[in-house]
């Protein structure tokens, strides 16, 4: 064998090795478990009680939790991962006010819950070893459930529980800190428009 060729084969063998080493520092690989939690915004129901007793002469107060969104991604390749993805937002209003025309006082308290299982894909398309950029679509079932309570004759009482289709969709970043722990953010539609947290990666 001659010099030139030995040359080449280094030369080669080299560049294999190279585009390996990338390969496998790669971000999100085949078998990859990933665990997320993260948290949302905005709480719409909550958002809308606020701006609605805003400047009203009311005993009132609103709280919330969420959107709260926990995910698993397993990977099927180095480009694909499948998974399951759980969403919850709830709102709760309570209120209390004197009616100007019998004087007498009554309560309100309002209570919506929302939650959603979703089986979701993901598209990755970055090769870095930290960032993992991807495109995620979701489809599943939801479950809900409003409730109104009060004393009030004029207002009527509410107790409904619900379920329907499930539906997500975002694209996404994870930044890794550590070769397992990072950060990540979602822009997009999934209880709520934008959403950030911890992952975890096995």
């Given at each position: ?40 915004t905005p709480n719409l129901t ?15 107060s609103v709280s919330g939790l ?116 990072g950060i990540y953010s979602e ?16």
């Amino acid at each position: 064998m001659n010099i030139k060729k030995l040359f080449s084969l280094t030369i080669l063998s080299v560049l294999l090795l190279i585009n390996q080493q990338e390969v496998k520092a790669q971000a999100f690989q085949q078998e990859d478990f990933v665990f997320s939690l993260g948290y949302g915004t905005p709480n719409l129901t909550k958002a809308v009680f606020k701006a609605g007793i805003a400047g009203q002469d009311l005993n009132a107060s609103v709280s919330g939790l969420g959107p709260l969104h926990v995910k698993v991604e397993y990977g099927i390749s180095d480009v694909i991962g499948i998974g399951l993805s759980i969403n919850h937002v709830s709102t709760k209003f309570n209120a209390q006010y004197m009616d100007d025309i019998d004087n007498k006082n009554y309560f309100a308290n309002y209570n919506y819950n929302s939650t959603k299982f979703n089986l979701r894909t993901n598209f990755h398309f970055s090769k870095s070893d930290k960032l993992d950029a991807y495109w995620g679509f979701g489809v599943g079932y939801g479950i809900g459930s409003v409730g109104l309570s009060t004393n009030d004759p004029d207002l009527e009482e509410v107790d409904i529980d619900a379920g329907g289709l499930g539906l997500e969709s975002t694209l996404g970043i994870r930044y890794y800190v550590t070769e397992n722990i990072g950060i990540y953010s979602e822009v997009g539609f999934a209880k709520s428009i934008i959403q950030f947290g911890l992952n975890y990666k096995l």
